[in-house]
C-alpha cells in the first residue's frame, strides 16, 4: 500500500510559478514509475508527466517545455516544478504512483495509487 500526500497548490498569476510537491510511504524497497495527472474542469482527467525509477521523464505536449518532474528516492518525494503558468492549467492536479506503462501519456494506462489532489488555479 502506498499513500500520497500532495502539497503546494494556489492561485498564482499568468506567468507565475509553483511547485507541486508528493510525499509518498513504501513499504518496500520498490521505487514506483510515478507522475502527476491534472483534471481542468468540464474536461477529462488527463497525464502531463510521468519519470520512471532511473529518473527517465515523458512530458505532454501542452506542458512541455515549462513543467519539470523530478524526485526524490531517498526522501521519498515527487515534485513537479510549474512556470510559465497560464489560466488555461487550472485543474486538480493529482500525484500518481505505480504507472503502467511507464511513460505512457495517452490511451490505457492503469495507476494503482493516487493522491486526493491539490488545486491549482491560473489567473490571467
Known amino acids: 500500500q502506498v499513500h500520497l500526500v500532495e502539497s503546494g497548490g494556489g492561485s498564482v498569476q499568468s506567468g507565475g510559478s509553483l511547485r507541486l510537491s508528493c510525499q509518498h510511504s513504501e513499504y518496500s524497497d520498490r521505487k514506483y514509475c510515478m507522475g502527476w495527472f491534472r483534471h481542468p474542469p468540464e474536461k477529462e482527467r488527463e497525464a502531463i508527466a510521468i519519470?520512471?525509477?532511473?529518473?527517465?521523464?515523458n512530458y505532454a505536449d501542452s506542458v512541455k517545455g515549462r513543467f519539470t518532474i523530478s524526485r526524490d528516492n531517498t526522501a521519498n518525494t515527487l515534485y513537479l516544478q510549474m512556470d510559465s503558468l497560464k489560466p488555461e492549467d487550472t485543474a486538480m492536479y493529482y500525484c500518481a504512483a505505480d504507472i503502467a506503462p511507464c511513460g505512457k501519456l495517452t490511451g490505457d494506462v492503469k495507476v494503482d495509487y493516487w493522491g486526493k489532489g491539490t488545486q491549482i488555479t491560473g489567473e490571467s
Open positions: 519519470i520512471d525509477s532511473d529518473g527517465g521523464t
